[in-house]
Each structure stands twice: as structure tokens, then as C-alpha cells.
């Protein structure tokens, strides 16, 4: 998938891998593998149509606010029965706030187009690291 031939003289600047694919910054464009259980896209942005370089996260903070009350309802309930239910459904719940954070890296062109990345499978660092690449490599054209 990404052994696409480059281009004369490209040169690979950063990849970052994610769950559903790759995306390739290089000296002359960004490009993207994207993968689906039915489907594949390739995109290919030159650096010179590039306007903005966005992340954006979705965070579901009512997951830890259950949590914290199954893990009272575990500690004040009357049975063990209660106490066991109680407590599993707040050991699943806190896993679930920190696995449930949708984002995406959202590379957009002069003309409205973009290459949008699922961030599962790097974290956020790593996507503000590609996006402050990205910017570098476009500044050094003008």
C-alpha cells in the first residue's frame, strides 16, 4: 500500500501509522493510505495547496462520572452480589473513557479539500507532531 513510487527528488519526511492506515509527510506532499473492511482510499495533498493542519478529540466525561458512582454503589452496597456488579461496571467504565476518545487529524487544502485521519492507534502528541511537520515543510516553500 505504501510502496507507491515517489517522485523525482521526494524525499519522506515523517509517517505516522495508524489503526486504519498511513500518512506520509514528504518534501513536496502529504500523503494517505486509509483502509476500511470494504474499502481504501488514497489521498495526495501538494504542500502548496495546504491552508490548515487541525486535530480535533471528543472526550465522553460522563463515563468517569459513572464510574465514580458504580465505585460508590460498590462500596455502599448492602449485598455482595450488589457489590460485585457495582464494581465490574466501574472497572469497565474507566477503561472505556480512555479508549472512547474519538480524534482526528484533519489536513485541508486552498480548495476545501482534506485528508481526514482517524487518530486511533497514535496518540495525540504524535498528531500535533505530524501537524507542526507539516507546517515546517510548507514554510520552507515561500
Known sequence: MTDTPMLPDEVQIKTTQADRGTIMLTN???RCWL?????????SMPLEKI???????????ILLLLA???????VL?????AKVIA???????????F????????ITSDSGASIAVPT?????????????????EFAKLR
Open 35 to 43: 483502509k476500511g473492511s470494504s474499502s481504501s482510499i488514497y489521498h
Open 87 to 97: 464494581g465490574s461496571i466501574c472497572v469497565v467504565l474507566v477503561p472505556a473513557y
Open 99 to 106: 479508549a472512547l476518545k474519538p480524534g482526528q487529524l484533519k
Open 51 to 61: 491552508s490548515v493542519c487541525s486535530l480535533s478529540t471528543k472526550s465522553y466525561p
Open 77 to 81: 452496597a448492602p449485598t455482595v452480589a
Open 120 to 136: 486511533r492507534g497514535f496518540n495525540s502528541e504524535e498528531a500535533v507532531k505530524f501537524a507542526d511537520a507539516v507546517c515546517a
Open 68 to 74: 465514580v458512582l458504580f465505585g460508590l454503589g460498590a
Open 28 to 30: 513536496f506532499r502529504v
